[in-house]
């Protein structure tokens, strides 16, 4: 009676983890081949359905895209093509480094048609065909802004457009928000949804357990097939990129493989996206009270050095002419 008992138990069991399986799958299906979860397996080797290169480091904890290092880069990729019309990703992550004033440069979450191609837009290629959402903490102003660093931003190209890097991209950029997540003790994440052609970003960086929005667009076309990234960079300034889990959440319901592959012809744009406004240079920057000193101190050398040679000059004529 007591093994009965044990197995209808072990059944009840199995039956409720499965219903809870289906009433997840219902809502927010997470798919392994497009999710990176803790531990990492492949340490320094490979990883299941992901590449990287560059400067990357795996380790069991966490994937460092970029040590706190000058002039470094590096990136995942995962391999297999999103064939998924609706979807959401979180991905959790720590930016942390030495600095406190100065730092950089950032990193970027990709859905492109390229992968694995370094380039000059926060370690991948420019001129890309896609989303980049970008989380730019580069402390030392590029340009005119009316916004302070980090900064999240939203790009989407049809491989015709270049990342502005001198000006922070928000000559391109669909829509951004003011955003702080370096040097904290627990984890920061954000939140990537598109859905009926919407995107709307929102992060969770107080350790709080909730969503805050940053912004949302309407009338966003990606198509299918193309394939998520994560990549980060250095420069003159540094910082630790860090990932600690890529999570893929299917939110298709009733959709149809022709559905699937129709949306695999559409060209990436955004509707209510702003043309490029013109690239304009940065004022030159204002002297500094040093260097407005020296040279201040430069002008009354020179002008003394004058008065004393005028003054020897006259002098010398002058003893000539009482000599003769």
């Known amino acids: 009676m007591v093994l009965k008992d044990y197995i209808k138990n072990i059944l009840l069991f199995l039956m409720g983890a499965l219903m809870n399986d289906c009433v997840l799958s219902s809502s927010h299906y997470m798919k392994r081949e497009h999710s990176l979860v803790r531990p ?10 992901w590449d990287f290169m560059g400067h990357t480091v795996i380790t069991s904890n966490y994937i460092r895209l970029t040590p706190d290092q000058q002039s470094k880069s590096g990136a995942i990729w995962n391999f297999p093509p999103c064939m998924t019309v609706n979807w959401e990703i979180h991905v959790t992550f720590k930016v942390h480094g030495k600095g406190t004033e100065l730092f950089g440069d950032g990193f970027a979450i990709w859905y492109t048609k390229e992968r694995m191609q370094p380039g000059a837009v926060f370690g991948s290629k420019d001129h890309f065909s896609g989303l980049v959402v970008i ?13 302070q660093h980090p900064y999240l931003s939203a790009m989407v190209n049809n491989s015709t457009w270049s990342y502005d890097h001198d000006r922070d991209g928000t000559h391109t950029q669909l829509a951004g928000c003011e955003v702080r997540f370096r040097n904290y003790n627990f984890d920061t994440h954000i939140s990537i949804r598109y859905e009926n052609n919407i995107l709307s970003v929102s992060t969770d960086l107080e350790n709080r357990g909730e969503w805050k ?67 304009k240079d940065d004022p030159k920057p204002s002297m500094s009270n040093a260097k407005i000193f020296f040279i201040l101190l430069f002008g009354m050398l020179v002008a003394v050095g004058v008065a004393i040679f005028a003054i020897s000059y006259f002098k010398e004529k002058n003893s000539r002419k009482r000599f003769y």
């Open 135 to 147: 989380l730019d903490t580069y402390s030392n102003h590029n340009g005119p802004h009316n916004h």
């Open 40 to 49: 990492f397996q492949g340490v320094g080797v490979n990883m299941p359905y």
């Open 213 to 279: 929005n940053c912004f949302v667009v309407n009338n966003v076309e990606l198509p299918t097939g193309y394939f998520f990234g994560v990549s980060a960079t250095t420069g003159d300034l540094s910082d630790n990129h860090d990932i600690l889990s890529f999570k893929f959440y299917d939110l298709d319901s009733n959709v149809t493989p022709e559905i699937i592959m129709a949306r695999a012809n559409i060209v990436p744009n955004a509707k209510t996206f702003e043309p490029p406004r013109e690239h």
